[in-house]
């Protein structure tokens, strides 16, 4: 099984908006919806930031949602801040009773 | 207030077995749903899922490296363990265990993991 495939980088300004795609498989992300989203800054463990497609944890920001369309997930950060610098991981569940995550996408503030 | 923390060798020798453990608090692996799973990083590489292990005692595992893997819990001390058998250089990362509340849902809690060496 191939990762999740995701943009090696993104970037934006402070007060902007980025999207980082996360593509899968019918395998995978188009035939479930427990894909999920993980922040990880440096030197840290991942932190749940959105499960099943859409939804926030308590206490994440509504600044993150998540969306999926096909045999995509997408996560859009909008209103970007400094401390939003880090990288993120998508996970989706497999039909194989796997787990899956993307590659990981570095995210800069300019 | 759920906490996990994994604890085992920092350094391993090729071909040896590895054996990590994930101690945790705050919740209850006898609870409906319930699982814990093991996750690693190499340095400035990806995540990778490696295993689960739920609340009745199912197995699941990488398709990778399943023939490498034994995930297995003791509910009365909070605790899951995970072996990994023929270790190479390659399986050098931090290893992370985390708690997932419904099968194959998201992991909500995430231990600050275990960096392992693998180097004779």
């Known amino acids: 099984q191939s990762a999740l495939t995701q943009p090696p980088s993104v970037s934006g300004s402070p007060g902007q908006s980025v999207t980082i795609s996360c593509t899968g498989t019918?395998?995978?992300?188009?035939?479930?919806?427990?894909v999920s989203w993980y922040q990880q800054p440096p030197g840290t463990a991942p932190k749940l930031i959105i499960y099943?497609?859409?939804n926030r944890p308590s206490g994440v920001p509504d600044r993150f949602s998540g969306s999926k369309s096909g045999n995509t997930a997408s996560l859009t950060i909008s209103g970007l801040q400094t401390e939003d610098e880090a990288d993120y991981y998508c996970?989706?569940?497999?039909?194989?009773?796997?787990?899956?995550f993307g590659g990981g996408t570095k995210l800069t503030v300019l | 207030q759920v906490t996990l923390r994994e604890s085992g060798p920092a350094l391993v020798k090729p071909t040896q077995t590895l054996t990590l453990t994930c101690t945790f608090s705050?919740?209850?692996?006898?609870?409906?749903?319930?699982?814990v799973s093991w996750i690693r990083q190499p340095p400035g590489k990806a995540l990778e899922w490696l295993a689960l292990?739920?609340?009745?005692?199912?197995?699941y595992y990488s398709t990778s490296l399943k023939t490498r893997l034994t995930i297995s819990k003791d509910t009365s001390k909070s605790q899951v363990v995970l072996l990994m058998t023929n270790m190479d250089p390659m399986d050098t990362a931090t290893y992370y265990c985390?708690?997932?509340?419904?099968?194959?849902?998201?992991?909500?809690?995430w231990g600050q993991g275990t960096l392992v060496t693998v180097s004779s």
């Open positions: 985390a708690r997932i509340p419904l099968l194959f849902g998201s992991f909500d809690y």
């Open positions: 705050g919740f209850s692996l006898s609870t409906s749903g319930m699982c």
């Open positions: 292990i739920d609340w009745d005692d199912d197995k």
């Open positions: 019918s395998s995978d992300v188009y035939s479930y919806n427990r």
């Open positions: 099943e497609v859409s």
């Open positions: 996970s989706s569940y497999t039909s194989s009773y796997t787990v899956l």
